[in-house]
Nanobody, 123 residues
Framework: QVQLVESGGGLVQAGGSLRLSCEASGRTFRRYHMGWFRQAPGNEREFVAHISVSGGSTYYADFVKGRFAISRDNAKNTVYLQMNSLKPEDTAIYHC????????????????WGQGTQVTVSS
């Protein structure tokens, strides 16, 4: 089993930045591609970003438009999401997740999920 714990959320003003972290337990972390999703009240959980096992390949949702960057440090069993130029519509609970396949943006393609961290962007 892979357990995931997110941190780094908080309240920021529009245009500001946050870096989210997702720490994984277990020794199988390096077998999994990792993704970030977000969910706002009344909305479906939506794909944000994905990174390959090695960290050499990334894939992003169109709405990110270069504002966000996903990375990973396999030595620390940790995945990051750097978020810049934040907008009020980015407000949501952000979840990290682990998948055995690369590049799939569907929720159903992910095997393990964290409980999420709240990001709130004020205007």
């Amino acid at each position: 089993q892979v357990q995931l714990v997110e941190s780094g959320g908080g309240l920021v003003q529009a245009g500001g930045s946050l870096r989210l972290s997702c720490e994984a337990s277990g020794r199988t972390f390096r077998r999994y591609h990792m993704g970030w999703f977000r969910q706002a009240p009344g909305n479906e959980r939506e794909f944000v970003a994905h990174i390959s096992v090695s960290g050499g390949s990334t894939y992003y949702a169109d709405f990110v438009k270069g504002r966000f960057a996903i990375s990973r440090d396999n030595a620390k069993n940790t995945v990051y999401l750097q978020m810049n130029s934040l907008k009020p519509e980015d407000t949501a609970i952000y979840h990290c997740a682990a998948s055995k396949t690369y590049g799939n943006s569907r929720v159903s393609s992910y095997d393990y999920w964290g409980q999420g961290t709240q990001v709130t962007v004020s205007s």
